[in-house]
């Protein structure tokens, strides 16, 4: 299977969660659905690594992607607030992960950054 499917089935799976623990609090009954959605999005998210996407890219595109589905989502289904600011705040963030993935795609050498001894 195509990692980045994978990927956006995680995505899904923990925005739809993330949106049931926030319904949750009127109505606890939602909780099942919390707890379904975050293991089948990390059980994806698991598989997209297996399927030799890095991991930095991953959780980058998987937290970018996130948080701005959850802020629009958030604004429309319960009626959030979503300031200009924190557009803003949501680009910054997309703009980042989009260095991070492109900067994972460099020929190794000239990008690397050694860690530890």
């Known amino acids: 299977m195509n990692k980045w499917l994978l ?3 995680a995505i899904s799976a923990e925005v ?3 949106m049931l623990l926030r319904a949750s ?3 606890p009954a939602w909780s ?3 707890v379904v959605g975050y293991v089948v999005a990390f059980a994806l998210l698991g598989l997209t690594l297996r399927h030799g996407m890095a991991i930095g890219v991953a959780y980058g595109v ?3 992607v996130g948080v701005a589905l959850t802020a629009v989502l958030g604004a429309v289904i319960f009626d959030e607030t979503l300031s200009l600011t ?3 705040g949501i680009g910054v963030i997309i703009a980042g992960v989009l ?3 492109t900067g994972s795609r460099g020929s190794g050498e000239e990008n ?3 860690v530890g001894a």
Do not use: K, P
């Open 7 to 9: 990927l956006v089935g």
């Open 16 to 18: 739809a969660a993330t």
């Open 25 to 27: 609090i009127e109505h």
């Open 32 to 34: 099942v659905g919390v």
């Open 62 to 64: 998987w937290g970018a």
């Open 86 to 88: 924190s557009a803003v």
């Open 99 to 101: 260095v991070v993935e």
């Open 112 to 114: 690397a950054v050694e």
